[in-house]
Nanobody, 124 residues
């Protein structure tokens, strides 16, 4: 069992930055692929980024490439999402998720555990 707690969300102006953190409790954090998803009001939950167990190997949705960076510290059982050059369309609740699947994937169904989410609001 893995419990995930996100933090770091907030209100920021367009062009600003935020760093989201996701702390995991439980065993074997390094055995999980970690992902970030987001859900805007009235929309489905969408994939944002994911990182391999080792931290080598990442994936990003096109709309955040070059602006967002995912990284993890397995010694701290934490995964991060550094978000730069934020845009109003990045406004959403951001969720951290853990997957025991074999490879990085974008489908929500392969993620076994989810956090409660943290709100990110980008004003124009």
């Amino acid at each position: 069992q893995v419990q995930l707690i996100e933090s770091g969300g907030g209100l920021v102006q367009a062009g600003g930055s935020l760093r989201l953190s996701c702390a995991a409790s439980g065993r074997d954090f390094s055995n999980y692929i970690m992902g970030w998803f987001r859900q805007a009001p009235g929309k489905e939950r969408d994939f944002v980024s994911a990182i391999h167990r080792s931290g080598i190997g990442t994936d990003y949705v096109d709309s955040v490439k070059g602006r967002f960076t995912i990284f993890r510290d397995n010694s701290k059982n934490t995964v991060y999402l550094q978000m730069n050059s934020l845009k109003p369309e990045d406004t959403a609740v951001y969720y951290c998720a853990a997957s025991s699947y074999g490879t990085i994937g974008r489908g929500a169904s392969i993620y076994n555990y989810w956090g409660q989410g943290t709100q990110v609001t980008v004003s124009s």
